[in-house]
């Protein structure tokens, strides 16, 4: 890692042209705009799941923290269309994030469940190795569901405060 007194990150992430182009409503980035349960404020057909939706027009981090529990939600979603029931709303919890800074160096950094930084991280190669690990686990958990549908695991925080 090289130290720095600030560091700016220039990359950035962006979302496929379908919603858009679909003529639903999306965000300024393209994210389809939904309600809490990931349904299309436009069309209760159509649900978004990860980096694709904007739920209440207040999406949560672009990240793989987030898109695997908003798979699982916008699956139970659609199933609870199927079964003629109300579908879930939005419950998943940030915990914080992991930079990966080449295969020697990395840094973890905890995070409050609304995801604004605690004062805790560690760098280095401990961050590497944790990142490291947080890919492996991601792959194993893909595994697991694929093998066992539903078994996925998250950290919940309860329902956004979001208006109706
Ligand atoms: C450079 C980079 C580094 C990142 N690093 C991290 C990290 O360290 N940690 C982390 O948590 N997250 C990281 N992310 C973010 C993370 O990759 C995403 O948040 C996550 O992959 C989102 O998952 P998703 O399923 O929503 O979308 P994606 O993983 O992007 O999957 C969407 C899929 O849909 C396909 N698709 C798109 N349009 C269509 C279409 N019209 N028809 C059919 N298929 C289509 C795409 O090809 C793609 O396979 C990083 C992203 C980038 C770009």
Redesign the pocket.
């Known amino acids: 890692m090289r130290p720095s007194a600030l560091t700016i990150w220039a990359?950035g992430?962006g979302t496929?042209e379908?919603a858009a182009a679909s003529g639903l409503r999306t965000d300024e980035l393209g994210r389809l705009l939904t309600d809490e349960t990931l349904t299309s404020v436009d069309d209760d057909r159509i649900v978004a799941?990860?980096?694709?939706a904007a739920p209440s027009g207040l999406p949560l981090r672009?990240?793989?923290?987030i898109?695997a529990p908003l798979?699982a939600q916008a699956v139970d979603t659609v199933l609870s269309r199927i079964a003629g029931t109300e579908p879930p709303v939005l419950d998943v919890a940030l915990v914080g994030s992991?930079v990966?800074l080449g295969r020697r160096a990395g840094l973890r950094q905890f995070a409050r469940k609304d995801d604004s930084a605690l004062n805790f991280c560690f760098g280095g190669r401990l961050g590497a190795a944790y990142k490291e690990l947080t890919c492996k686990l991601g792959v194993a958990k893909i595994r697991r569901e694929a093998r066992k549908p539903g078994s996925l695991l998250w950290a919940k925080g309860g329902p956004r405060p979001v208006s109706a």
């Open positions: 990359t992430f496929p379908l799941a990860g980096d694709a672009m990240c793989g923290q898109a798979a992991c990966s």
